[in-house]
């Protein structure tokens, strides 16, 4: 556990304003190349380049959160730094996130590790002389959790950093139906159903999705969404047995490479059941638990129509530490 103190000021002290307000004030975003990765399974990924490293410089991988891309406020933020602070840094986006269908009727979910792995693959050919390095939020940093986890010493990544991951699927779904957070759920169930939809309207693949058009309104909680879709998609036994396999909190503790895991106590996405314990962590890991700071907000300073951030400056800090 780690003592390093985050302290919002008087004004983003809620955790509402911590999540919704950096959405509403998002930083330009840097020009970005677009490359695109094959997957062995005949699907892509896309990648968005803000520069390629140079012989022998680290390479920074992000990883965003669920139905984010290379425009979510976070990511944005972060690639403004990595350009100020001269660091060659890529986009990840999960199938079906770069503004593109993807071509399979499966998606991506929260313990989707093969494609990550797929990708630090190729970046380690092409860049044998650079460190990689990785910032996960959200179901990005679940996914970055249970890679690091899997692979131990055999990871491809060096440093790593976890920002408000839901380490303990069933938790986060079941606290998204109660109170303001259930706002949220809507949101994000929202353009889950619209890519439902999307692949239903789709004569290739409407016979391999697991729900009939009729059925795609009523999905209107996680629990619900992942048990009739995201569950049977990916091949999981029902919901309990995808959130069991899916959640990163057990890998905590064989992470052999060295991780930042940043969490907000009053986090709306979350509660109690995403902190790990100091058994669950391993010797590798750096475990940081403030009060406040919403889900991927740590607002800082600055004011409400300029945000300053504590998460971008104690990333590169601890990417940049030996």
Request: charged letters at 20%; a neutral charge.
């Amino acid at each position: 556990m780690n003592t390093e103190t985050f302290s919002p000021p008087w004004w983003a002290k809620s955790p509402h304003i911590q999540t919704i307000l950096p959405v509403l004030t998002k930083v330009a975003r840097p020009a970005l190349n677009r490359q695109r990765i094959e997957l062995d399974d005949g699907d892509f990924i896309d990648l968005d380049w803000l520069r390629a490293p140079e012989p022998g410089q680290a390479l920074v991988v992000l990883l965003h959160g669920l139905e984010g891309s290379a425009d979510s406020h976070y990511i944005r933020r972060m690639l403004r730094h990595c350009q100020q602070h001269n660091l060659a840094a890529v986009v990840h986006h999960h199938r079906n996130c770069s503004g593109e269908n993807n071509r399979l009727a499966r998606s991506y979910h929260s313990g989707d590790t093969g494609d990550i792995a797929q990708v630090l693959r190729h970046l380690k050919n092409h860049y044998p002389q650079s460190s990689l390095l990785a910032v996960g939020y959200s179901l990005g940093g679940n996914v970055l959790t249970k890679y690091l986890g899997e692979q131990q010493q055999h990871s491809l990544i060096e440093r790593a950093v976890v920002v408000s991951a839901p380490l303990q699927l069933a938790a986060c779904a079941e606290r998204l139906k109660s109170g303001f957070s259930r706002v949220y759920q809507s949101h994000l169930i929202k353009q889950l159903q619209q890519k439902v939809r999307d692949k239903l309207a789709d004569k290739q693949l409407a016979g391999e999705m697991p729900v009939a058009p009729s059925q795609v309104e009523h999905l209107k909680t996680f629990h619900l969404f992942d048990d009739q879709v995201t569950a049977p998609l990916h091949g999981f036994d029902g919901v309990e047995d995808y959130y069991n396999k899916a959640s990163g909190l057990p890998y905590l503790q064989h992470i052999k490479k060295p991780t930042l895991v940043l969490h907000a106590a009053d986090d709306p996405f979350m509660n109690e059941a995403v902190i790990p314990s100091a058994p669950q962590l391993s010797q590798a890991v750096n475990y940081e638990l403030h009060s406040r700071g919403g889900h991927v907000g740590f607002i800082s300073g600055g004011t409400p129509l300029s945000p300053q951030y504590y998460l971008e400056p104690r990333i590169i800090q601890f990417l940049s530490s030996q």
